[in-house]
Nanobody, 119 residues
Framework: QVQLVESGGGLVQAGGSLRLSCAASGNIFSINAMGWYRQAPGKQRELVAAITSGGNTNYADSAKGRFIISRDNAKNTGSLQLYLQMNSLKPEDTAVFFC?????????WGQGTQVTVSS
């Protein structure tokens, strides 16, 4: 099992920045790719950015050039952190952001963190 806990959300003005963090615990050695998703009110959950264990990244068009995904594989200490640096935030970025992780057979989700961008 893997547990994911997000942090770093909040209220920010348009044009501002936020850095989201996701702490993974449990069987972190089973984790392959990780990603950030978001869900705005009344909309489906959508991929924002993803990163493989080898560091290859993929971004939604809405995130390209503004968001940066990264991960800290400190496996020797048993910790794994996922980050999302969000710059030039827009009101349409307002959503609950979720961290996710793929294991060999399972997909894990965090509880989400709210990001609100005011105009």
């Amino acid at each position: 099992q893997v547990q994911l806990v997000e942090s770093g959300g909040g209220l920010v003005q348009a044009g501002g920045s936020l850095r989201l963090s996701c702490a993974a615990s449990g069987n972190i050695f089973s984790i392959n790719a990780m990603g950030w998703y978001r869900q705005a009110p009344g909309k489906q959950r959508e991929l924002v950015a993803a990163i493989t264990s080898g560091g290859n990244t993929n971004y939604a068009d809405s995130a390209k050039g503004r968001f940066i995904i990264s991960r800290d594989n400190a496996k020797n200490t048993g910790s794994l952190q996922l980050y999302l640096q969000m710059n030039s935030l827009k009101p349409e970025d307002t959503a609950v952001f979720f961290c996710n992780a793929f294991g060999p057979r399972d997909v894990y989700w965090g509880q989400g963190t709210q990001v609100t961008v005011s105009s």
